[in-house]
Every structure is written in structure tokens, then in C-alpha cells.
């Protein structure tokens, strides 16, 4: 059984900063790229942040210079630190794995979170 536990949201004032926690666990061998999705009340869901195995990064423009993804391979981990945050960054947040491969050999493909909310308001 392998789970994507998201952490770290609340309530933050406008401008203040949340650190995000994914942690994978089960019977993992290797996990691909991780990803972080958010998705306002009305709203498609939205690609913020992805980081592969090796380190690369990449960003949507929305939040590019405000947030910051990272991961510890050891833990099967990924981190989203976001700061100056807005109104607007209010949402549910997940955590994506494009390709989890399991220590059967067992491949999960574009494996989701249940989920953290995050609001900022005052």
C-alpha cells in the first residue's frame, strides 16, 4: 500500500509564508517526478510547481519567485515553501508522482494526495 500524505497548510495572513510537506510511504523503490497541483472552489486545478529525481526544477509563472519546491529522496518527501502569499493562493494543495515504482516492480502512474487546504486571509 503506498500513500501521498500532504501537511503543512492553515491559515496565513496575506504575505505570510506555509511550508508544504508530501511524504510518500509504503513499499516504495523509486519515485519520479513530484509535483504540486492547487484547486480553488470553482476552478480547474492547476499545475504550480514539479521536481524530478535529480533535482530539476520547473515552475508556473503564477508563483515563480514566490514559492520554492524541494525534496529529500530519502524520505520520499516533497516540500513546497511558499511565501508572500495572496488571497488568491487560497486552495486545496496536492501532491503528484507521475511514476511511483513500488519494491514488487508494481509501476503507479500519476499517484495524487488527498490534499491540504491552504487560506490566506486576514
Known amino acids: 500500500q503506498v500513500q501521498l500524505v500532504e501537511s503543512g497548510g492553515g491559515l496565513v495572513q496575506p504575505g505570510g509564508s506555509l511550508r508544504l510537506s508530501c511524504a510518500a510511504s509504503?513499499?516504495?523503490?523509486?519515485?519520479?517526478?513530484m509535483g504540486w497541483y492547487r484547486q480553488a472552489p470553482g476552478k480547474q486545478r492547476e499545475f504550480l510547481a514539479v521536481i524530478t529525481s535529480s533535482g530539476t526544477t520547473n515552475y508556473a509563472d503564477s508563483v515563480k519567485g514566490r514559492f520554492t519546491i524541494s525534496r529529500d529522496n530519502a524520505k520520499n518527501t516533497v516540500y513546497l515553501q511558499m511565501n508572500s502569499l495572496k488571497p488568491e493562493d487560497t486552495a486545496v494543495y496536492y501532491c503528484?508522482?507521475?511514476?511511483?515504482?513500488?519494491?514488487?516492480?508494481?509501476?503507479?502512474?500519476?499517484?495524487w494526495g488527498q490534499g491540504t487546504q491552504v487560506t490566506v486571509s486576514s
Open positions: 503528484n508522482t507521475n511514476l511511483l515504482l513500488t519494491t514488487s516492480g508494481q509501476r503507479i502512474w500519476d499517484y
Open positions: 509504503g513499499s516504495i523503490f523509486s519515485i519520479n517526478a
